[in-house]
């Protein structure tokens, strides 16, 4: 889904919190269920195949799942231990793409 202008929908930038690499700036709203990001993807994502490249989304999912365990770590700075991924279809580049997420468990120093 392509959202023109997601400020317009309450989608906010998080300015302060860019991706690497200059893939672009995540976009953060509060719902009642909890926060979710979104990344607008662009053309300059595509892979040879034209579909934005997985390791876009991963980078994506990574970044903003860390934003869930820093709140819930109270703000301790963190580091990724594993990720694991499965793609269920392709991401068009100009697609306004939604993550949502949680933290099931807190356990010493993991989250």
């Known amino acids: 889904?392509?959202?023109?202008?997601?400020?317009?929908?309450g989608w906010e930038p998080m300015r302060d919190n860019d991706l690497p690499a200059s893939i672009g700036?995540?976009?953060?709203?509060?719902?009642p269920d909890g926060w979710r990001y979104a990344l607008q993807t662009r053309s300059d994502h595509a892979n040879p195949a034209g579909a934005v490249?997985?390791?876009?989304?991963?980078?994506?999912?990574?970044?903003?799942?860390?934003?869930?365990v820093e709140a819930a770590g109270g703000g301790v700075p963190n580091v990724t231990i594993q990720?694991?991924?499965?793609?269920?279809?392709?991401?068009?580049?100009?697609?306004?793409?939604?993550?949502?997420?949680?933290?099931?468990r807190t356990t010493g120093s993991m989250v």
């Open 53 to 68: 490249h997985g390791g876009i989304l991963v980078a994506f999912a990574d970044h903003c799942l860390g934003c869930y």
């Open 25 to 31: 700036t995540p976009f953060a709203k509060q719902f």
């Open 1 to 9: 889904m392509n959202h023109p202008d997601p400020q317009a929908e």
């Open 83 to 104: 990720l694991n991924s499965h793609f269920l279809s392709a991401v068009t580049p100009g697609e306004f793409i939604e993550l949502r997420g949680g933290v099931t």
